[in-house]
Nanobody
Framework: QVQLVESGGGLVQPGGSLRLSCAAS????????MAWYRQAPGRQRELVAT???????NYADSVKGRFAISRDNAKLTVYLQMNSLKPEDTAVYYC???????????????WGQGTQVTVSS
């Protein structure tokens, strides 16, 4: 299976910045899209940003203008640059990769382990 390892979370003050990384491992997978989700305590998991292997991006309205998703296809890594962070951005952030296993035509969502982002004074 595809293994996703996240890093870059931590504690930051309001207005600060963080950069999350999600590195995928596994050979022979066809990756179609990558995304970042977040889940705050007591809330449903929400989609934050998506990016295709071709570079097409989409963002939740709550993060537009502040967050930027990018990817390095050669390194099989997706990033989330988070600027102008607000307390309401506090959540566990999860990356997701939609991919087909080697020799298969179906797709499957693979999830990272999550990384905590806390925005507080």
């Amino acid at each position: 299976q595809v293994q996703l390892v996240e890093s870059g979370g931590g504690l930051v003050q309001p207005g600060g910045s963080l950069r999350l990384s999600c590195a995928a491992s596994g050979s022979g997978f066809s990756i179609y899209a990558m995304a970042w989700y977040r889940q705050a305590p007591g809330r449903q998991r929400e989609l934050v940003a998506t990016i295709t292997t071709g570079g097409t991006t989409n963002y939740a309205d709550s993060v537009k203008g502040r967050f930027a998703i990018s990817r390095d296809n050669a390194k099989l890594t997706v990033y989330l640059q988070m600027n102008s962070l607000k307390p309401e951005d506090t959540a566990v952030y999860y990356c997701k990769v939609v991919a087909s296993p080697p020799g298969k035509t179906y797709t499957y969502p693979y999830w990272g382990q999550g990384t905590q982002v806390t925005v507080s004074s």
